[in-house]
């Protein structure tokens, strides 16, 4: 008999290409939500026969509770994620439901977690964070963990190319996380950090090189420290074309921290940047790229693993790591009652099949 999944905000750039992944790697049938008729419709009749469109505002917690109700498993994609509880994820859990979600942000992250305990007595599993970065990232990170004795410092690096194939609320997203300073684990301490500052130049795999990069407030930057014990977490992001970088940190620098946490405000800079991409991306390409180098111990002598991935579209590259999760969690295959990050949860060979199955590698060097 097919598993059931509901894939909120599943209308959307991101939702869509997750229902997608599960079409191909799964037998499931699919519920995607989202507010508006007309593009539900359009991306049901896309996807094909074995998804439904359901509109629901999550705002309607009774209509809310009656789609969780029905299904296997959750997968919350509708954010951003700066301005959601977590009442899907209560609901998940008393309704004894596993969950999953692309969730990108630390508030949002940080309150799943304290339902850990809930989601453990009810034998849900709940995993967070699950998409390109966080995500793949973080079971990177894990990756080049495993192959060191000793772990001291962790540095984790992204770029995206122009919108990266997703949509204007990932554009809001970038925005939200300018809004304040964030506290980094640097040298055994936490540390406060101003977002976009500190341009660091990183060499990435062809075709993006040497890239700068800027700290960036991610869940990563506080779960990899409870992960694992290390001194320092370092979490840097940037885009291409370069002049996007300098736009993004005049933003972060000169503009007033009361204006970025405006919402017309934050729409307004969502919004132009997204037609900017629009312009872009036929140049720049909507891919990604995610480099994890670890320093540490091995044998006794100072060692380093470093991990890159490479792919054409950053939409899809999300979705492949929320699908992986998924389908792990619908095949019986992942089972881990809590609420969990990645790297928690997800076993490295499990990570290395699944992107298998996807076409995606994971190139590692170590020294």
């Known amino acids: 008999m097919a598993k059931h999944v509901l894939i909120l905000g599943g209308s959307g750039r991101i939702g869509s290409s997750v229902a997608a992944d599960l079409l ?14 007309s593009t539900g419709i359009n991306v049901r009749d896309r996807l094909g026969a074995r998804v439904t469109f359901l509109n629901l505002d999550l705002g309607d917690r009774e209509n809310l509770r009656s789609a969780i109700s029905g299904s296997d ?29 692309i969730s990108d942000h630390s508030s949002f992250t940080r309150k799943a977690m304290d339902y850990a305990e809930m989601a453990t007595n009810a034998g849900v599993t709940a995993i967070v964070n699950t998409g390109i970065f966080p ?60 977002p976009y500052s500190d341009r660091e130049l990183v060499e990435f ?26 001194k320092t977490v370092i979490t840097k992001f940037g885009t291409i074309p370069d002049f996007y970088n300098y736009l993004t940190w005049s933003v972060a620098h000169w503009w007033h921290p009361w204006m970025l946490k405006q919402k017309p405000v934050i729409e307004f800079l969502a919004r132009v940047s997204h037609f900017m991409t629009d312009v872009t991306d036929h140049i720049s390409g909507i891919g990604v790229a995610i480099r994890s180098e670890v320093t540490g111990q091995k044998d006794g002598q100072p060692a380093r693993s470093c991990s890159t991935l490479v792919h054409e579209n950053t939409a899809i590259a999300a979705a492949c790591g929320t699908g992986s999760v998924a389908q792990l969690l619908l095949s019986g295959q992942l089972h881990k009652p809590g609420v969990w990050v990645v790297e928690q949860a997800l076993p490295t060979p499990l990570f290395k099949q699944t992107l298998a199955e996807r076409g995606i590698q994971v190139q590692r060097q170590a020294s």
């Open 24 to 37: 191909a790697h799964t037998q499931a049938d699919i519920v995607i939500t989202g507010r508006t008729i």
């Open 135 to 194: 995500g793949i990232s973080n079971s990177m990170v894990l990756q080049d963990v495993e192959q060191l004795d000793e772990a001291d410092r962790i540095h984790l690096s992204y770029v995206v190319a122009g919108s990266g194939g997703a949509g204007i609320t990932v554009m809001r997203t970038t925005f939200l996380g300018l809004q304040k300073p964030f506290q980094a684990w640097i040298d055994g301490q936490w540390q406060t950090i101003k």
């Open 205 to 230: 795999p062809a075709p993006y090189g040497r890239t700068g990069v800027y700290w960036f407030d991610m869940p990563e930057t506080f779960t990899l420290p409870n992960s694992f014990p290390v």
């Open 73 to 101: 498993l959750v997968i919350h994609c509708a954010g951003p994620f700066h301005y959601r509880d977590a009442t899907v994820l209560q609901t998940c859990i008393e309704s004894g439901v596993n969950y999953v979600d």
